[in-house]
């Protein structure tokens, strides 16, 4: 054999092992930079709250700084669409809310939701509940039910646009207990709560931190949490689910997400890092205050609840012939 061809084998051999090597390294130095976490909403909800709370955090773990970019525009679509173009070496962080599976049925998107990105942990699940005006002869999701089939298209309900979590959390409703009512569309949940708690509307669908004082100082009635199971943030209150309609489930989560094709050992160092934060006793009794429940999935169960949030919201739209503004 020749010198020559000896030497081509040695170096492409040498490349082949230095490879794996050189990007070992890269991962075992992570991270090299100030981390960006995009919100895709406006400072004050819930997806800045728990970027807020992991960010501070997080940079003291890593030792970078870990800020956090809200981009407020579009229902989360373009600040997805700026994570999904990133370079993929967990730099550039997304928190999504359940917004982010409802997008692919109700908007043309720029990116796949599946397939441009890889999950990192569901963090938060928070519940939302049904509230009625006490003026509504119903303490309860049966009675409610019983009364909207007694009186069809009587009924309406607050929502805060088209396609949110509020809006479909009624559109579910309709369709699994089969009763007619109307979504009146608000330009926020607040306006949505001021107009339930002046009877502008029998009822609504809302953060369960939101409603509470009303709540208890009887200005609203919760009929049910539209959870699966019931929310450490209202123990008494009953779930929906196991109100009459089993199965039934709306509810606001929020998660981290980074660019597809980052790393794994950098995922699993974000999960780490994120998911013992979140277990922390501190942060733990600020989201339930906020009326969360703590979750810090693994990334393989966030990817599953990401894939069937998506087919099952999709069918709800086509059914109910849901829009986006």
């Excluded at 009146?184 to 002046?198: E, H, N, R, S």
């Excluded at 929906?240 to 997400?257: C, D, Q, R």
């Excluded at 205050?289 to 709800?316: M, Y």
Aim: charged share 20%; net charge positive.
């Amino acid at each position: 054999m020749k010198i020559q061809t000896i030497r081509r084998i040695v170096l492409l051999l040498a490349g082949a092992v230095c490879a794996p090597i050189s990007t070992f390294a890269a991962e075992q130095a992570y991270p090299t930079r100030p981390i960006r976490v995009i919100v895709p909403f406006a400072p004050g909800g819930g997806a800045d709250l728990i970027a807020r709370l992991v960010a501070p955090r997080l940079s003291e773990r890593f030792g970078q700084s870990v800020v956090v970019d809200n981009r407020p525009t579009a229902a989360g679509t373009l600040a997805a669409e700026l994570v999904a173009r990133a370079t993929p070496d967990g730099h550039t962080l997304l928190v999504p809310t359940s917004n982010h599976v409802a997008n692919p049925s109700l908007f043309k998107l720029n990116y796949d939701t599946i397939n441009d990105f890889a999950p990192i942990t569901l963090a938060v699940i928070s519940p939302m509940v049904l509230v009625a005006h006490p003026s509504l002869p119903v303490n309860t999701v049966q009675e409610f039910i019983a009364y909207a089939k007694a009186n069809p298209d009587k009924l309406n309900y607050g929502t805060a646009g088209a396609g949110g979590p509020p809006h479909l959390a009624g559109e579910l409703l309709k369709t699994m207990a089969g009763i007619r009512m109307t979504a009146i569309v608000y330009k926020g949940i607040g306006p949505a709560v001021i107009a339930a708690l002046g009877n502008e509307v029998q009822s609504t669908f809302v953060n369960i931190f939101v409603v509470q004082p009303h709540v208890r100082a009887g200005r609203l009635r919760a009929l049910g949490i539209t959870a699966l199971k019931r929310s450490e943030a209202a123990p008494d209150w009953p779930t929906i689910a196991e109100s009459g309609l089993p199965g039934y489930e709306a509810s606001i989560w929020f998660g981290f997400l980074a660019p597809a094709k980052t790393p794994k050992p950098v995922i699993a160092r974000l999960h780490q890092e994120i998911s013992s934060i979140l277990k922390l006793p501190e942060a733990r009794k600020t989201i339930l205050a906020q009326g969360g429940d703590p979750v810090a999935s693994t990334p393989a169960e966030f990817d599953r609840i990401i894939r069937e949030d998506i087919a099952r919201i999709a069918k709800l739209v086509k059914t109910a012939g849901i829009r986006a503004d």
